[in-house]
Nanobody, 115 residues
Framework: QVQLVESGGGLVQAGGSLRLSCAASGRIFSINSMAWYRQAPGKQRELVAAITSGGRTNYADSVKGRFTIARDNGENTVNLQMSSLKPEDTAVYYC?????????WGQGTQVTVSS
């Protein structure tokens, strides 16, 4: 059984920083990418940042220059360093792992940024 466990969410004031971590357990084969998504109240789930096995990264325009994604392929861990947080970053953040034949999601961790 594969499980993704997110950690690091919490409350922070605008301008502050948080570091999210996602650890995958169980056997996972042929990982193509790991990513962070988020869903705010009343909004669709959106891609925040992704990183491929080759180190290629993608970021949502709204977080470019503020968030950094990093992946440890050997440990199947992905981190999201979030800086200069804004109230609009408030959302549930979900870890995602993608392979050729599978797609796994974590249960999410709440990030709340106060103004």
């Amino acid at each position: 059984q594969v499980q993704l466990v997110e950690s690091g969410g919490g409350l922070v004031q605008a301008g502050g920083s948080l570091r999210l971590s996602c650890a995958a357990s169980g056997r996972i084969f042929s990982i193509n990418s790991m990513a962070w998504y988020r869903q705010a109240p009343g909004k669709q789930r959106e891609l925040v940042a992704a990183i491929t096995s080759g180190g290629r990264t993608n970021y949502a325009d709204s977080v470019k220059g503020r968030f950094t994604i990093a992946r440890d392929n050997g440990e199947n861990t992905v981190n999201l360093q979030m800086s200069s947080l804004k109230p609009e970053d408030t959302a549930v953040y979900y870890c995602n792992v993608e392979g050729n034949l599978y797609h796994y999601w974590g249960q999410g961790t709440q990030v709340t940024v106060s103004s």
